[in-house]
Each structure stands twice: as structure tokens, then as C-alpha cells.
């Protein structure tokens, strides 16, 4: 797989952070009864991130929580020695029902990670609504799922690859296309 080109720089990852953070603030009309919540891996890191933005802005706190779709998925892939899925766990340290969550991850695609991360909520609690907020939106969509807070949209092939790197996971921050 050989690098396209970066759409993204970390300048412009915190740009689009930053400008997701002003929208869910006057989307929700502050953050009253709002919960951020990562999908794994990503999704956690960037959540965090907004939080943080969301508390510069607003001088509050946002509940942030974490959540790991692994045995919602049905492209459920066998991670271990045993043949067993890599199950990470959620952490959602709030109750989620009746409050407005907020679905954080860094690509959306066909759309079937967000229906995982719905039946993994449903779980969990029932929330008033569920909104998502997505760095990057790459079309090609399998399900019908729409990110109503989106960084940047990338129209992409089906022979490309969108990678996003993270300094918490990657050692650096930046958007790329790669070529299958």
C-alpha cells in the first residue's frame, strides 16, 4: 500500500477538531445532558480531544466515555492465540439514558462500524438521541448513516485507503490516502 497524499496535517486535525467543537456546542445549545463517546481506537483519542476544546470554549466539562464494538460487528475478525476476538472492553463511567450522545470515530465509511457502535449503546442504556461526529467522511456508504458533524469529506475510490495517525497511537498527526 503506498501513500497518495496527506489531506490532513496536524494543523489542520486540530482545525477541524476545533471547528466540530463550536458545532456540537451550538448544535446542542451548550453542552447540557451531552456525553462524548469513542468508538475504539481512534474514536477514544479524538473524543478526547474535543472535550478538551469544548472545555476551553464552554469553561465546562463534557462526560467522555469509550467504546469497544469488537463482538457487535459483522465482519467479526478472530484476533487471538485461541482464535478468539480481541475484546478491549467499553468504559462509559456515565449513565447514557436520556442523555444526548455524541458517536466520536476517525473514519466513516460503509457505515457499519456507527451500526455496531448504535446496537453497542442500546446495550448500555437509551440514550435521548444520538448524533455523530466524524473526522473524516469517505463516502461509499452501505448502510444509510450520515455523520452530522464531519472534519473534512475525502471522496475516495474504492481502490483507496484512508489511514489516519493519531500522536497517542502513531507518533504523529495526519490524514493520508494510500493506494490498495
Not at 476551553?56 to 485461541?82: F, H, N, S, W
Not at 442504556?125 to 464531519?150: C, F, I, T
Not at 472534519?151 to 498527526?173: A, F, M, Q, W
Request: a negative charge; glycine letters at 6%; hydrophobic letters at 40%.
Amino acid at each position: 500500500m503506498s501513500q497518495k497524499a496527506v489531506v490532513l496535517d496536524e494543523q489542520a486535525i486540530r482545525r477541524a477538531l476545533t471547528r466540530i467543537a463550536h458545532e456540537i456546542i451550538e448544535k446542542n445549545k451548550g453542552i447540557e445532558g451531552c456525553i462524548l463517546v469513542g468508538i475504539r481506537t481512534r474514536g477514544i483519542y479524538l473524543a478526547e480531544r474535543l472535550a478538551e476544546r469544548i472545555q476551553q470554549i464552554e469553561g465546562k466539562e463534557i462526560a467522555v466515555g469509550e467504546l469497544d464494538i469488537t463482538l457487535y460487528r459483522d465482519d467479526l475478525t478472530k484476533k487471538t492465540d485461541d482464535q478468539e476476538p480481541l475484546v478491549k472492553g467499553s468504559d462509559i463511567p456515565y449513565v447514557i439514558t436520556n442523555q444526548k450522545v455524541i458517536l466520536v470515530d476517525d473514519v466513516l465509511y460503509t457505515g457499519r462500524t456507527v451500526r455496531a457502535a448504535l446496537d453497542a449503546l442500546v446495550d448500555i442504556g437509551r440514550p435521548s438521541s444520538v448524533q455523530l461526529a466524524v473526522l473524516v467522511d469517505r463516502g461509499h456508504r452501505e448502510l444509510p448513516v450520515r455523520a452530522d458533524y464531519v472534519g473534512k469529506n475525502i471522496p475516495t475510490s474504492s481502490s483507496e485507503k484512508i489511514v489516519v495517525e493519531l500522536t497517542e497511537v502513531d507518533e504523529n498527526d495526519r490524514v493520508s490516502i494510500h493506494e490498495k
